[in-house]
């Protein structure tokens, strides 16, 4: 089982739609929690830190549950612009980045 | 923007020739790595280090090597390019745990072995 999984996408949404991403991780010592977006041909940057409390950010909301192992990420009123591959990224305290395989969003006119 | 560098950003080169792919970054991070990804596909941790004269081996299993020397440069080495060697490879930085910290990506390079 990969340490870090997400919906397998592609996700082709009409601008204005909500869309929601999950995310699995298996190490439940993992401390640490973000959504990065990655648009093509291009590195990878971050898009928010993820809390446990839960966090927004204009029209995107990332939510943490420690207990089932889940992150989400819910963006509202899509853009064209959000179109891009978004990646679920877990750190273990002290150790290395996990990248989740991404889900990739196009937002259709 | 973050203040990680990567050259060159494409390369193409022939078969059998040694490579070197450079990374600097200007801050001050101890935590260095590098990625191998295929168009389309997820991101590899082929590289990483903690910190001067720390290297270790990542996920992936890579024919590239590396050092850090300094803090601020990791680069990355093939001694001998093969055309399986096609990719493209990320340099990322972050600093030493304190709280919730992030990577910071290079452009990265785009190698074309032929």
């Known amino acids: 089982r990969k340490e870090v999984e997400q919906d397998p996408g592609p996700f082709n949404v009409p601008e204005g739609a909500t869309v929601a991403f999950n995310c699995t991780y298996s190490?439940?010592?993992?401390?640490?929690f973000f959504w990065y977006r990655q648009d093509c041909r291009k590195e990878p940057k971050l898009l928010m830190s993820v809390y446990s409390s839960g966090n927004e950010d204009g029209r995107f909301t990332a939510q943490l549950n420690r207990a089932s192992q889940y992150i989400s990420l819910l963006i509202r009123d899509s853009k064209l612009s959000d179109s891009a591959t978004y990646l679920c990224?877990?750190?273990?305290?002290?150790?290395?980045?996990?990248f989740g395989p991404g889900t990739r969003l196009s937002v259709l006119p | 923007e973050a203040d990680i560098y990567q050259t060159p950003r494409y390369l193409v080169i022939g078969t059998g020739k040694k490579i070197t792919l450079e990374c600097s970054q200007t801050?001050?991070?101890?935590?260095m790595y590098w990625y191998q990804q295929d168009p389309g596909m997820e991101l590899h941790l082929i590289h990483y280090?903690?910190?001067?004269?720390?290297?270790e081996k990542g996920d992936l299993s890579s024919e590239s090597t590396v050092s850090r020397i300094r803090t601020e440069h990791f680069p990355l080495t093939l001694e001998s390019a093969r055309p399986s060697h096609t990719s493209q490879y990320l340099c990322?930085?972050?600093?030493?745990?304190?709280?919730?910290?992030?990577?910071?990506f290079g452009q990265g390079t785009r190698l074309t072995v032929v």
């Open positions: 990322a930085s972050s600093p030493t745990d304190r709280g919730v910290t992030e990577a910071f």
């Open positions: 990224v877990v750190i273990l305290h002290g150790q290395n980045f996990v």
């Open positions: 801050m001050g991070h101890d935590k």
């Open positions: 280090s903690y910190g001067v004269n720390s290297t």
């Open positions: 190490n439940s010592a993992s401390q640490s």
